[in-house]
């Protein structure tokens, strides 16, 4: 694929800095600055940019002064273009280059790529595709701010936006929900019926250079998109709406707003920023609106303000679904997400408050499965939101089906599966060959559905929920005493012991 071609040789212009330390997100965020120019050359957008701080003006500047001269740019486009979006981009520039030579040196390198080959729609994926790259750089964390993009994929195309939605991420990162949500949106709508109810899009990024790279992102992707710099867990974020869809991978990690104040409207404060983030999702959710957020397994069994806020959900909400997910897909080692399917209200009637949830799905992608990393990647890589790829991802498919095909979970689901809970006790207690049957089938299903009053009664309102046994575990029932194990491990380490005496003296007799 000819785009392919020319991120490539974008990225490989890196190399050039790479001696001055510089990271690849970092790189990334440089590129916001200079792409944006030449790309606006390129596709006929450069009248929203003053005269003498064009493209044409870096690339002809000579060498010798010319890092100067960049700075002098960044710092004007960001204080005096009209355009907002151009002007939020170069807000707070800073550069990671030193030296007019490497400045120059990449200048040249993106000044010589065909351009041509892009087209003038495929500018938005060819950013996309420099973003993908640098969630690779585990040197700079880089990797926090971006969900695997088949995850993403199946995200939006089972919660189904649609025309006129009002989509939200609160930790937007680089955009990623937003620009595949629209995607998914325009392959299903003409451009026509696209133009006439245009989606919506608004986020929150804490991170001056990570917004950089959303703007850049949904701007080229041709987004309707309003993205607040602050954090969605204060009162930054009193110019947001109420959403049709929340869409979002709230940031890892337990310190929630720094040394600001949480906003007054949460009605659970706690230090932990994914509990935080829960609940300024699923309160400001419009009655019916949908969400999906991808959590860590802390907050589904944190005790606490972690049971308050999850029975709050179940009751304002209809939590239709978990989906475990497996280790090893994001960049933190070992780190076990999940993630949660809620629409606001009932699922019979939107406008109710309370005792929403009646039962919760679970789809268990994370027992006895591989180990996923760099080389063993997740998922597909492929944008693919066309409805006959429906169910094709090589992990998520198998889940995108079971799901139904309506986006609040009230499809038609797993014909044949057995839910689990209140609805066990309808077996006949005498038929135990029934009961054994069913046993057997959920014991090896990973699909199976939760009733809320088991989940409060037998699991204290716990929604850390399995029940496939891992292959790789070991069974601690069948484990030895601790006193015979510390004795056959003494009797191991006195035979090495003598072993290793015996080596000693044959090794002296040879001196």
Known sequence: MKQDTVIQKIWNLCNILRGDGITYYQYVSELSYLLFLKIAQENGSEKLIPEGYRWADLQSHKEEGLLGFYQEMLTHLGANVENDVIRAIYAFPTTVFSHSKN????????????????GKDGFGDLYSGLIDKSAQDTRSAAGQYFTPRSLVNTIVRLIQPNLGDLIQDPATGSGGFLVSADSYIRKNYSQKEYLTNLPKYQGVEIEKNTRRICLMNTFLHNLDAKIIYGDALTDDVIELDEPDIVLANPPFGNKAGGQRALR???PFPNTNKQ????????LTLKAGGRAAVVLPDNVLFESGAGTEVRRDLMNKCNLHTILRLPTGIFYAQGVK????????????????HENCTENVWVYDLRTNMPSFGKRTPFGDSEIGFAPE??????????????FGDKPDGTGKRAEGEYSFGAQELEV???NIEEKQGMDEQLTHSRWRCFTRDWIRNTKGD????????????INAANLPELDVLVEETKMELEA????MNKLLAVLEGLD
Not at 275 to 282: D, K, R, S, T, V
């Open 103 to 118: 400045l120059k040196a990449v200048v040249d390198g993106i000044s010589k790529i065909e351009w041509h080959q892009v």
């Open 496 to 499: 090495a012991l003598s072993e």
């Open 264 to 266: 007054n409207d949460i």
């Open 462 to 473: 716990s929604l850390d929920i399995s029940w496939l046994k891992d292959k790789n575990n």
């Open 337 to 352: 997400t999940n993630v949660l399917f809620f629409t606001k209200g009932a699922a019979k009637n939107i406008h109710q």
């Open 428 to 430: 006949d207690k005498d």
């Open 275 to 282: 509990i935080a983030f829960l609940q300024h999702i699923y």
């Open 389 to 402: 790829d429906f169910g094709t991802d090589p992990h998520l498919g198998a889940f995108e089906k079971v």
